[in-house]
């Protein structure tokens, strides 16, 4: 089996690699290439990937490489973890949004649609390159914004599925709290990529018991924390939000925050110097626990469990992922991607079916599927006025002043990375 990951020279890929090497038996991975167009990055990062597998005994073989057709040539899935215009170009998404008085984030808002603009573009151009050397090969794609990133792809025609951290994360932190195994936690998870509601949790799968409100009026102060939202909202909602919606539901709260310290952007990059020094260090042979703080927690966990199903090797039955809505949320249209649960197999993944949802969730959905769709034509095509459109129907900018200059800002900001501006 061999897997190719696009964007290797992450200083994510030890945890994707770790993943690797402790799940063999669930991903029986004969050949891993990490791909990436920074060679000093890709010898940092490929030296110890092949330590982590020699310290697991691992038998499989990685190799890195420049060179992108190489790369995916006979790859049974390709991964996509990319980042067009490295931290450099998050450190703008968080930045001049807040000069509008907009919250400044990478995935979401302003921010979040000048990376779109900046990455559908590359990405479609990597899986057409995909399709001509290997079309049997799936791509998953972890490359935010995830939800327009998958939704570009399916709309090519490619073999694709969307995967984002959040909901394993979640049931990573509900199993802690209720003492049980993570396997034994089912999420009703629905919404889009980053805007999500966990609206029940379940015990042992799809018709298991509902402990959502035992797990709430136990643990309802533990969970408000950690998402940085009052516990009264939670307990109005009877439902978990993603921490994304602390963006919607605290959205001026957020933008004074934001002005008051440094990006993100910055920390992460500040971060990654020093997670490089360490991967330098040659009797380095295992993760080091600094990358948990860069985020993408159970991210190889995720990636593992879905390849292997997708390649008919095993994995979860029922996993979340970002696919085609094909009338599972009668409110979106068919080729909207949402992030629910999917029976996940060699033919791809199939949404399970979804209780009636909330008018209160239903709403945000509808606004947000229609700044996607706005937002996916704005990378396709280009053009001010089509980034105009998207950044109007954003319920995170909405008033056309806003609009007018963020549009001004974003096309000055990525200029270089926008063929058409």
């Known amino acids: 089996m061999k897997l190719t990951v696009v964007g290797g020279g992450s200083t994510y890929t030890p945890e994707l690699v770790d993943g690797f090497a402790r799940l063999r038996d669930t991903l029986p991975v004969e050949d891993l290439v990490l791909m990436d167009p ?3 990055r890709l010898d940092l990062v490929g030296g110890l990937a092949r330590r982590i597998f020699t310290r697991q005994d691992h038998a499989g073989r990685i190799t890195t490489t420049t060179d992108l057709d190489e790369a ?6 390709v991964l996509l973890q990319l980042r067009v215009g490295g931290q450099a170009a ?8 807040l000069e509008c008085g907009c919250v400044g984030q990478e995935t979401t808002g302003a921010g979040g649609l000048a990376k779109a603009l900046r990455t559908v573009p590359v990405v479609l151009d990597i899986a057409e390159r995909v399709r001509r050397t290997n079309p049997q090969a799936w791509i998953i794609d972890f490359t935010n914004p995830v939800g327009i990133v998958t939704r570009a792809l399916l709309q090519a025609g490619h073999k694709a599925v969307g995967l984002c951290n959040v909901a394993i994360g979640l049931q990573r932190k509900f199993a802690a709290l209720l003492s049980v195994e993570p396997s034994g936690i089912h999420l009703d998870h629905v919404g889009l990529n980053h805007l999500t509601w966990e609206t029940a949790v379940r015990l042992g799968g799809p018709e298991g018991e509902d402990v959502l409100p035992r797990l709430l009026g136990d643990h309802g102060d533990t969970i408000a924390a950690d998402l940085r939202l009052p516990r009264p909202l939670l307990d109005t909602l009877g439902v978990i939000p993603s921490y994304y919606l602390r963006y919607y539901y605290a959205h001026d709260e957020v933008v004074r925050e934001l002005r008051t310290k440094p990006s993100r952007a910055a920390e992460v990059a500040e971060m990654e110097r020093r997670l490089l020094a360490l991967y330098a260090d040659p009797a380095l042979d295992e993760k080091p626990e600094l990358l948990a703080q860069r985020g993408g927690a159970f991210y190889s966990e995720a990636a593992v469990d879905l390849a292997a199903a997708l390649l008919g090797g095993g994995g979860s039955p029922y996993q979340v992922v970002n696919t085609y809505n094909r009338g599972t949320l009668p409110f979106l249209p068919d080729d909207a991607v949402i992030e629910v649960q999917a029976a ?4 791809g993944a199939s949404p399970l079916p979804v209780q009636s949802v909330d008018p209160l969730y239903a709403g945000l959905m509808a606004d947000v599927t229609a700044y996607e769709e706005l937002a996916l034509q704005a990378a396709l095509r280009g053009g001010r006025d089509r980034v105009f459109r998207a950044l109007l129907s954003h319920p995170l900018v909405g008033q056309y002043a806003y609009a007018e200059t963020l549009t001004d800002r974003l096309i000055a900001h990525n200029r270089e990375h926008l063929a058409w501006a």
């Open 72 to 77: 995916v040539d006979g790859a049974d899935a």
């Open 38 to 40: 920074a060679q000093d």
């Open 90 to 97: 998050r450190e703008q998404d968080e930045t001049w949004p």
């Open 344 to 347: 996940v197999g060699a033919k």
